[in-house]
């Protein structure tokens, strides 16, 4: 993959595309969807608060007229709300060519979700694990369909909780968050390489922001992480949302991507700058994890990605 100082001037026309944003209403979810809806994109805002989606759609439309954004209700934490979305979107569309798993939480009190998992992990994983999967149909009819699953640079120093995935006998709300985003990159991974052996169409893309100044590390996080992320991290070290979003734009759109590879800042650390190789961790491209987390996610979500499935 070569990059050379890429941004987002350099996302190809998009008009007759149609691109699935999760969290499009603030942060790398609202800069996604209007750097894609400038290039003609068709975009569907995917979204928790469907109030405020239709507001965000509206303030981006009067900025840029003749934007095609539609906004649909999804509550990630809630997998009979994600089935819902996915229901509508079979109604309504023939196919999806970029799915953008981008919406997250950060650092939560230990909470459970509506089926009884770890709030960080069910949104920020299981919720993702479930659209993609009930959406494959829709994405495999897609024009250069991709995946693109959004993790953080947190992943590479976190371990999957395996013996006890709800924080029942331990519970950081930082370590259960690097958790869910150590899930996102083993997922994303690990669709690459059963969509290869499949020889399948449709492509699977990972990338993270970096350090981004987002509301994600202000809002419903505990109030030790709102002060050291929210308002001393992030006017310190961060880089704004504009760049930030860089990497899983370029995953989403770019022919240069390679599938299966980190899309990452380009700055020391993988903290800033424009889209490069990043590194993934031993443990994402590990098959038992893989294989073991495939497995917790399908009896967890009761959705399995049939057509992907290895031949007994």
Known sequence: MTVNGWSTEQI??????????????????????????????????????????????????????????????????????????????????????????????????????????????????????ALTGLLLDLLLAGRDPRVVTVTSVNHRQAKVRFADPTGERGYSPMGFYNTSKLANAIFGYQL????????????????HPGYTATNLQSSGSTPIWRLLLGRIGNPLLAQPVDSGVWPQLFAATDPAAQPGQLVAPGGPAELRGHPAPGKLSATVTDPEHGRRLWELSEQATGVRFESLRPAS
């Open 12 to 129: 190809p026309d998009l008009s007759g595309r149609i691109f699935v944003v999760t969290g499009a209403t603030a942060g790398l979810g609202l800069a996604t969807t209007r750097a894609l809806a400038s290039r003609g994109a068709a975009v569907v805002m995917a979204v928790r608060n469907q109030a405020k989606g239709h507001q965000v759609a509206a303030d981006i439309a009067a900025a840029q007229p003749g934007v095609d954004l539609e906004v649909r209700r999804i509550d990630l934490a809630d997998l009979d709300s994600v089935r819902m979305f996915a229901d509508g979107m079979h109604a309504d569309h023939r196919r999806v060519d970029v799915l953008i798993n981008n919406a997250g939480v950060m650092a939560l009190p230990r909470t459970l979700s509506p089926q009884g998992h770890e709030m960080q992990f069910a949104t920020n994983h299981l919720g993702h694990f």
């Open 192 to 207: 690459h390489r059963r969509l290869s052996a499949a020889a399948s169409p449709l492509r699977s893309f990972l990338a």
